[in-house]
């Protein structure tokens, strides 16, 4: 009797805790983020390919700006953040430590080489720096191309709720939104670097 009783009990107490489990409400939230596509800057430049007579870009980094916080808040203006780590030709890269309501923008380096890491790479990974570092040499490596999407805006600080100014030129900064991926607008195409 016993043994009848439990085989008849124990799969109602486990089907109880499945229909229990299945009442649970779940949410989920995107992450708040700003996306560079190589697809905005590349223009006419070949990706990825090796060729002698043309050079192609094979690496590039972005870093980004915030260019909201006044020149009074004791902070350089515009105040870079981390930047990506190298990604090929193809890859976008996204910015997840970004504030909405806060405007920026970003700097792009382009290389021709694969060698290339951040400087102060460790095994720990990525640094976060915009200096690169050839990988089998340790020399400095400067960006053969280099662009911007978005720039600063007039006066140097941005507020998207009271300054209209700020986004009545043709390259405006870039406002992430709460929960959302934006893509960084307002990008010129790469050109030699200085």
Do not use: K
């Not at 799969?11 to 229909?19: D, E, V, Y």
């Not at 953040?81 to 405007?103: D, I, K, N, Q, R």
């Not at 006066?155 to 030129?169: L, M, Q, R, S």
């Amino acid at each position: 009797m016993r043994v009848g009783l439990v085989s008849v009990l124990l799969p109602s107490l486990f089907a109880g805790c499945i229909f229990a489990s299945s009442t649970a409400t779940v949410t989920t939230t995107n992450p708040t983020l700003l996306v560079v596509d190589p697809a905005a800057f590349r223009g006419d430049l070949a990706c990825g390919e090796t060729d002698a007579a043309a050079p192609t870009l094979r690496r590039w980094v972005a870093t980004l700006y915030d260019v909201s916080i006044p020149a009074d808040a004791g902070f350089p203006t515009p105040f870079p953040l981390a930047s990506s780590a190298p990604a090929t030709c193809t890859e976008s890269v996204s910015f997840a430590y970004v504030l909405p309501g806060h405007c920026y923008f970003a700097r792009i380096d382009a290389y021709d080489t694969d060698t290339i890491a951040p400087q102060g790479v460790a095994d720990a990974g990525p640094t976060g720096s915009p200096v690169m570092v050839d990988t089998t040499t340790g020399a400095v490596v400067t960006p053969r191309w280099t662009t911007t999407c978005g720039e600063p805006p007039v006066g140097g600080v941005c507020d998207p709720y009271v300054d209209a100014i700020a986004f009545a030129g043709p390259r405006p900064p870039t406002v992430p939104a709460l929960d959302q991926s934006v893509t960084v607008g307002g990008c010129l195409p790469l050109r030699a670097a200085p």
